[in-house]
T-cell receptor, first 117, second 115 residues
Framework: AQSVTQLGSHVSVSEGALVLLRCNYSSSVPPYLFWYVQYPNQGLQLLLKYTTGATLVKGINGFEAEFKKSETSFHLTKPSAHMSDAAEYFCAVSETGSGGSNYKLTFGKGTLLTVNP | DAMVIQNPRYQVTQFGKPVTLSCSQTLNHNVMYWYQQKSSQAPKLLFHYYDKDFNNEADTPDNFQSRRPNTSFCFLDIRSPGLGDAAMYLC??????????????FGSGTRLTVV
């Protein structure tokens, strides 16, 4: 069974500082990995994804994440935080179901990012 | 531009009174999902449709039902809402992915309040 652990339910950074949100996963097969962002009372927006190929993945809004199989990690980073980055971030893992089709997405518990001026 | 549309955005219902939430999509995706997200928690999958095939999660209460009359629409029915069912309900879609897995597209959610 797949699972996701996000270390730190709340991360606070200063504007302009490095953002690092941690995610570790457990999966019995090569996983597909995702980061989503959620603003208050909104749905989830895809930031970036890893499926196959290059392990360093670039996403929207300057975010990137690196898939490290040996560490079963998929940490999210951004070199310089902006006030508009304040939101909740969810890491998620998906295992392909029968027929190779996109299937169940399992989320971590989320990390609330606060950006201080 | 909205590709997955959930109506209404906010829904208030009375304890025990049946309520239906709706989701529509313009993506022609074959898979549609319903997630429940309680305050400060991760979204939890309730069930999904793969085309017309309904797949219920083992721990989804019987109080929750779903209908998918066609590719574009999917409904979540809560037969007798309790106070514990107050949550954000998220609809999502995905295409038959395989090696071209693009993840899910989420709607903006419906926040359900039970009074």
């Amino acid at each position: 069974a797949q699972s996701v652990t996000q270390l730190g339910s709340h991360v606070s950074v200063s504007e302009g500082a490095l953002v690092l949100l941690r995610c570790n996963y457990s999966s019995s097969v090569p996983p597909y990995l995702f980061w989503y962002v959620q603003y208050p009372n909104q749905g989830l927006q895809l930031l970036l994804k890893y499926t196959t190929g290059a392990t360093l993945v670039k996403g929207i809004n300057g975010f990137e994440a690196e898939f490290k199989k040996s560490e079963t990690s998929f940490h999210l980073t951004k070199p310089s935080a902006h006030m508009s980055d304040a939101a909740e971030y969810f890491c998620a893992v998906s295992e392909t179901g029968s027929g190779g089709s996109n299937y169940k997405l399992t989320f971590g518990k989320g990390t609330l990012l606060t950006v201080n001026p | 531009d909205a590709m997955v549309i959930q109506n209404p955005r906010y829904q208030v219902t009375q304890f025990g009174k049946p309520v239906t939430l709706s989701c529509s999509q313009t993506l022609n995706h074959n898979v549609m999902y319903w997630y429940q997200q309680k305050s400060s928690q991760a979204p939890k999958l309730l069930f999904h449709y793969y085309d017309k095939d309904f797949n219920n999660e083992a721990d989804t209460p019987d109080n929750f039902q779903s209908r998918r009359p066609n590719t574009s629409f999917c409904f979540l029915d809560i037969r007798s809402p309790g106070l514990g069912d107050a949550a954000m309900y998220l609809c999502a879609t995905s295409s038959r992915g395989g090696l071209t897995n693009y993840g899910y597209t989420f709607g903006s959610g419906t926040r359900l309040t039970v009074v």
